[in-house]
C-alpha cells in the first residue's frame, strides 16, 4: 500500500518537443514506481487527455530513453481542449481513468492548461520543457541548452563557408516571441549582429553601419542571427546585398533546433524535475509548476508562477556589441 497522496499519476508532453522531454518522463515514472505509484502515459498532449489515449508507463517502458531526443509520449498543439467542451471531457477522463495526479510537461500554453485543470478540481504539476527559455517563473527550461547547442553547431558551420567565399550569412533561429536564443547563439558564435524582439534595430545604423564598420576594421565575412517573427531573413539579406554589395545567403535553422539528444544540462534538469513534481503529488501538493531558481530546483504555485515575466538580461545583451570589431 502507497503513503502517497495518489495513486495513479498521468503524464503528458505538450505544445513543442524539446530534447529532455523524454528523461523528465523516465524521472518521473522511476521516482513514482519508487514510492509504488502507478503511471500512465497520455498520448499526444491534452488531446490524449479529452480521448482517453493512455499507455502503460512502467519501468520497462522507459529504459534507454533520457538520451533520446524528442517525446515518447507525441506532442500536440490543442485546440479543442481550448473549448469548454474539449475542457470538461478531459476532466472527465481524469476521473473515469482514475489520474488523480497529472504531470504535465511543456512551455507557457501547457502551463495555461494545467492551471485551468487545476481551477477545476484535477491536481496538476507542471514542468517547464521548451527551447525557447521563455517561461518567467524558471530561471532554465529543459531543451534549452541543447537546442541552443545545436543552432551554434549550425552558425560555426556556416562561419567556414561564408569565410571560403566572403560572404554574409543571415540566419533564422527559433524562439517564438522571445530572443533568448538568438542572444545566447549570438554571443556563442561571435556573431556580428544578433537582432533580437527585446531591443528593436535601427537597420540603417545597427546592422549596416556595423557590417560597414567591420569591413573597415578587417573582416571579410559576416554572420546576422535573427529571431524568428522579427522580420523576413530574406528581406533583410536582400537589403544588405542591395547597399553593402556583399553576397549574402540565407539561413533558416528551423526544427533541428528542437531535435537531438539532449545534452547533459538538460538530461540532469529534466531528471531533477520529474523527480520533484512526482514527490509534490505524493506530499499532497497541487496546482504547482517545478522550476529552477538558479541551480536550485524548486516549485511555485502555478497562478502566481504564470505572471511572472522574464526580462532578456540587458547586460547578455549589450555585451554583443561590445565584443564585435
Ligand atoms: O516553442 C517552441 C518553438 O520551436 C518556437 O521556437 C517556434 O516558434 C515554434 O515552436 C514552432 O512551432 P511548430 O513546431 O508548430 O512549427
Not at 238 to 267: M, S, W
Amino acid at each position: 500500500m502507497s503513503k502517497s497522496a495518489v495513486n495513479r499519476i498521468g503524464i503528458l508532453t505538450s505544445g513543442g518537443d524539446a530534447p529532455g522531454m523524454n528523461a523528465a518522463i523516465r524521472s518521473a515514472v522511476r521516482t513514482a514506481s519508487g514510492l509504488g505509484i502507478e503511471c500512465v502515459g497520455i498520448l499526444r498532449g491534452y488531446n490524449g487527455l479529452m480521448t482517453g489515449d493512455f499507455i502503460k508507463l512502467g519501468e520497462e517502458e522507459v529504459k534507454g530513453i533520457t538520451g533520446r531526443g524528442g517525446t515518447m509520449l507525441f506532442t500536440a498543439r490543442s485546440q479543442e481542449f481550448m473549448t469548454d467542451e474539449g475542457f470538461q471531457r478531459a476532466v472527465n477522463t481524469c476521473k473515469f481513468m482514475g489520474i488523480d495526479g497529472l504531470i504535465t510537461i511543456g512551455g507557457d500554453g501547457t502551463f495555461q492548461g494545467a492551471l485551468k485543470l487545476s481551477k477545476a478540481g484535477v491536481k496538476v504539476v507542471g514542468v517547464p520543457c521548451t527551447i525557447d527559455n521563455d517561461i518567467g517563473c524558471t530561471t532554465y527550461t529543459i531543451g534549452f541548452d541543447t537546442a541552443c547547442n545545436t543552432a551554434i553547431e549550425a552558425v560555426d558551420k556556416l562561419s567556414d563557408t561564408m569565410q571560403s567565399h566572403e560572404r554574409c550569412s543571415v540566419v533564422e533561429v527559433m524562439g517564438r516571441r522571445s530572443g533568448h536564443l538568438a542572444l545566447n547563439v549570438g554571443i556563442a558564435t561571435g556573431a556580428t549582429i544578433t537582432m533580437i524582439p527585446e531591443f528593436p534595430v535601427n537597420f540603417e545604423k545597427d546592422v549596416i553601419d556595423r557590417i560597414r564598420s567591420a569591413r573597415i576594421a578587417g573582416r571579410t565575412h559576416f554572420t546576422i542571427i535573427v529571431a524568428e517573427g522579427i522580420e523576413p531573413v530574406n528581406d533583410i539579406a536582400h537589403k544588405i546585398n542591395e547597399t553593402t554589395g556583399i553576397e549574402t545567403r540565407v539561413t533558416t535553422i528551423g526544427h533541428i533546433q528542437r531535435g537531438g539528444a539532449p545534452l547533459v544540462r538538460d538530461r540532469v534538469t529534466a531528471s531533477l524535475m520529474g523527480n520533484r513534481a512526482v514527490m509534490l503529488l505524493a506530499a499532497g501538493e497541487d496546482g504547482s509548476v517545478v522550476v529552477m531558481d538558479g541551480d536550485q530546483c524548486t516549485d511555485l504555485d502555478i497562478e502566481a508562477a504564470l505572471r511572472m515575466k522574464k526580462a532578456l538580461d540587458p547586460d547578455a545583451y549589450h555585451l554583443l556589441s561590445a565584443l564585435t570589431s
